[in-house]
């Protein structure tokens, strides 16, 4: 438990020392993908091609990459409910935890959309507290669209240091 609540309060140091800069690190791109990011958003696109999205019909992929360099990927799965969904960013967290992963270095986001889909409220707040301030990638069929720090998106989480 120390280790991980370390892991936290140093993304919310970071956090706090680069709030200056939050404009400077979100970066669009409008050319071709940079070769980092080739092989993680290829895996989040095949990611989303097992998505069960029966109801809404939008099926997203993710893949998180470890600070080792696994990657491990995942897909939103929809339940008839639609509050039971899981999201894709949180099943390839989960994933990656449950095989015994701690630390991480980014995770790629793919839709099939023309805009970028950035990951929900409560995908943010379980990235922010298993993985800190990630890089999050954001793409879609085609190319990436945006990078983004998670304490951009996230920019006031409720961590460990609240409690």
Not at 39 to 61: T, Y
Not at 103 to 118: E, H, K
Request: charged share 25%.
């Amino acid at each position: 438990m120390a280790g991980r609540v370390k892991h936290l309060n140093a993304g919310v140091e970071a956090r706090a020392h680069s709030n200056a800069g939050a404009e400077a690190r979100a970066h669009s791109n409008a050319g071709a993908e940079a070769p980092a990011y080739t092989v993680l958003l290829a895996a989040a696109r095949r990611a989303r091609r097992h998505a069960r999205a029966a109801f809404s019909h939008f099926k997203v992929g993710a893949a998180l990459e470890t600070a080792d360099g696994v990657i491990v990927s995942g897909c939103n799965i929809e339940n008839a409910t639609l509050g039971l969904t899981l999201c894709a960013e949180r099943v390839a967290i989960f994933k990656a935890l449950s095989e015994g992963h701690r630390r991480f270095r980014r995770i790629a986001i793919v839709a099939d959309t023309r805009v970028p889909a950035p990951p929900c409220g409560a995908c943010r707040q379980i990235l922010w507290e298993f993985a800190g301030d990630l890089e999050i990638v954001l793409g879609n069929l085609r190319r990436v669209h945006a990078r983004h720090r998670l304490s951009t998106l996230l920019p006031e989480p409720f961590d460990a240091r609240l409690l």
